[in-house]
């Protein structure tokens, strides 16, 4: 039966009113991006306090000289994004404020930033300036021992993806040194497995207590760590010393504290991914990272370079 003509062309109609709004709904702009805060919800936050130093609306960043921060750093200055970056609107240079530092994966920010004190005069330059690696930014040549007592030095693994990490023998927290030893044993045995990759990668744990870590007992603990005692370890993973006089270079350039504190060492954690060419590919601040995470990141730096 065939429905009457009126009813066809309400039909018509309503049909070509309702394709009409649906044109209008799927080309509607989207919204602008912003720069809200995006946290995984395994971040981690810490609350800061410090004076603004610097401020680069648009980078969306501010430089802030910062007290300790229990479980994340010593007092430091160093560059934050702030989300949203419309809350630098309310700091300037020299202001005392108080904000979350929120740690997600490799990234870092601060959110709920509040100015605890106005200032109108410019603080004075700080002594430290907090060194984050960035990827392209080339290594220094830095010079060690290592656990056989020979002197090398980071120029010599060019043309190598080349892990380094920091670690002290003596550290007893689990989810510190321990942890990130156990993590590269287990590259070190996968990149062994993997023909492709084992004579391209380097990894080089390196000892920030010279005054203990003589090779004696870097070469111990390393044996400990790889569960072997077999020479050949050290052919591709080395466990090194800096001399005291040039540990604080480095440790400044990888991003790393470091202090003698009643016999142990309180300290932040630092471990980087350098290509092939001797320029950071990948920085890890804490050690949230996984080995398939540096297992990939080697990988990709071998592969730029051909």
Request: glycine share 6%.
């Amino acid at each position: 039966m065939t429905p009457p003509r009126h009813l066809l062309s309400q039909t018509v109609l309503a049909f070509v009113c309702l394709s009409m709004l649906a044109a209008v709904s799927c080309n509607k702009p989207a919204p602008p991006a912003t720069n809200a805060p995006t946290a995984s919800p395994t971040a981690k936050r810490y609350h800061l306090k410090g004076k603004v130093i610097s401020i680069d609306k648009q980078a969306g960043s501010a430089n802030v000289d910062a007290d300790a921060i229990p479980g994340f750093m010593d007092s430091m200055t160093m560059p934050y994004d702030i989300k949203p970056a419309s809350q630098l609107d309310q700091i300037a240079v020299g202001d005392t404020i108080e904000a979350d530092v929120v740690l997600d994966n490799d990234k870092y920010w601060l959110e709920n930033v509040h100015v605890t004190q106005h200032s109108t005069a410019t603080p004075a330059k700080p002594t430290t300036e907090f060194h984050i690696p960035s990827p392209g930014e080339a290594v220094p040549d830095f010079a060690f021992t290592n656990q056989s007592g020979k002197h090398i030095s980071l120029k010599q693994y060019r043309g190598k993806a080349l892990l380094v990490t920091f670690i002290y023998t003596r550290c007893p927290f689990p989810d510190f040194c321990p942890r990130v030893s156990s993590q590269f044993a287990e590259i070190d045995r996968k990149l062994r497995a993997d023909p492709a990759l084992d004579g391209k990668t380097h990894l080089l744990s390196i000892s920030f207590d010279p005054a203990h870590d003589t090779p004696k007992v870097l070469r111990a603990y390393g044996f400990s760590c790889a569960g072997s005692k077999q020479p050949a370890l050290f052919q591709h993973w080395e466990f090194a010393v800096p001399s005291a006089a040039e540990l604080p270079k480095i440790a400044n350039f990888f991003g790393f504290t470091y202090e003698s504190d009643g016999g142990l060492i309180t300290h932040s954690l630092s471990t980087a991914v350098i290509g092939p060419d001797g320029r950071i590919l990948k920085w890890y601040h804490d050690a949230d990272w996984q080995p398939s995470d540096l297992l990939k990141a080697a990988a990709d730096a071998l592969h730029s370079t051909g």
